[in-house]
Structure formats: C-alpha cells, structure tokens
C-alpha cells in the first residue's frame, strides 16, 4: 500500500496537541570574523540566538516509557518527552524552542522589589504574591503584566520592603533537539501504508539547552 500522507498529517492534527514553534536566529553579539561571542554580556539573546514565534503547530507529545539510547541523541531518560510533527511543516533548526500551550505547570519564586520579571517566559495567571507579613491583593497591590512578564507594583497599594514570593502557572518551554527519533528504512503505519522516506520528525524535549 502506498503511504497517504495527508491521512498521517489529518492523525497528527485530529490527535495532536497544540505548541507554539519558536524559531532561533543567531543574535548579531556573535561576530564569526573575529571569532568572538559576547553572549554573556548581551542583555537581548538566550544561549547567543534571539527568538520569534512561528505561530501554532500541532503534534503528537509523549512520555518516554523507558530509558533508551539513541545513536544521534545518546541516552533518553523515562518521562522525558518527545514530539512528532509532519517534517515539512515545522523544520526545526538548532536551539529551537516549543511552548506547550495546551499544559500549564505551577511556580514558585522569590522576587526583589525593582527586581519584579518571573523567571518564565510564558507565564499564565498569577495565584499569589506575598512576603512574611502580607498577602497581596491582585489590581489592589499589584497587577500581572502577562506582556513583560513581571509584578507592577501599584501606587496606594500595599507593597513589600525588598523580598516577596509569586506563585503561579507557566507553559512550559522546551528546547528541541536531535534531528529525529524516525527509522532510516521504510516502515508500515497503520491505516497509512508503508511509510516512505521521513515524512515526519520526531524530536526530544529539553529543559537543557543543547550544546555548542
């Protein structure tokens, strides 16, 4: 049978799950003529490349079930994750990044007052923000600034000294790494055929960024 990839695409969007595809560009603090990166003095990049969303994708995320070693991703532990996606649609480079927008996974964090950006990128709703002695009350005290990331302040509000903690939601964000989980050779998908060729790709799911 021959491989219908618009019945593989149609399973991964029918079955999938929402991300948002973060695509990485080498930031210009990194001159390659002299050799020289200033990453950890600039103030705009992450690990020397500077991001933009690529808009919604979707895929198929699953829990590793067992450790595994891989030839090109070495040694995969039980419960990281992994995402499939149609090759063509999401070609993801190096240092790429993937927000799973469908999850959201709980913070705590201490703040300095002047200090007030959480420490995630994509953070969903605030649950509480207090120090020793008070618990803040969200639009009375503070808002959550869901564009910048941080706590404002706010003036006639109860505020605290220096220190205080957030507790709050995020989605979560992932480096994505290796060029892809898929067999070398043609293999059977059910209802689909013989996959030819690498129509999809699947990639594993970091907190740690990759190296080099």
């Not at 699953?62 to 149609?86: C, F, N, S």
């Not at 706010?154 to 939601?169: I, K, M, R």
Request: a negative charge; glycine letters at 10%.
């Amino acid at each position: 049978m021959v491989f219908n990839p618009y019945g593989f695409k149609l399973a991964i969007i029918t079955m999938g799950e929402e991300f948002t595809w973060v695509k990485a560009m080498p930031c210009d603090c990194y001159d390659p003529r002299q050799n020289y990166d200033a990453q950890r003095g600039c103030d705009v990049c992450d690990h020397g490349q500077v991001y933009e969303s690529q808009g919604t994708q979707k895929g198929i995320v699953e829990a590793v079930k067992r450790d595994m070693l891989h030839p090109d991703l070495g040694w995969i532990q039980m419960g990281e994750l992994t995402l499939t996606t149609i090759q063509a649609d999401v070609p993801f480079g190096k240092f790429d990044k993937v927000v799973l927008t469908q999850r959201a996974e709980f913070e705590r964090e201490t703040l300095s007052r002047g200090a007030d950006d959480l420490g995630h990128t994509y953070p969903v709703a605030v649950i509480e923000v207090r120090d020793s002695d008070t618990i803040y009350v969200q639009d009375t005290d503070y808002e959550f600034d869901d564009v910048n990331n941080q706590i404002d302040w706010l003036d006639g509000g109860d505020a605290p000294d220096n220190v205080y903690s957030v507790e709050y939601t995020h989605q979560p964000e992932y480096w994505h790494i290796g060029r892809g989980l898929q067999p070398s050779a043609p293999q059977p998908a059910a209802g689909f055929g013989m996959v030819i060729g690498k129509p999809t790709r699947t990639g594993l799911l970091s907190l740690t960024a990759p190296e080099g």
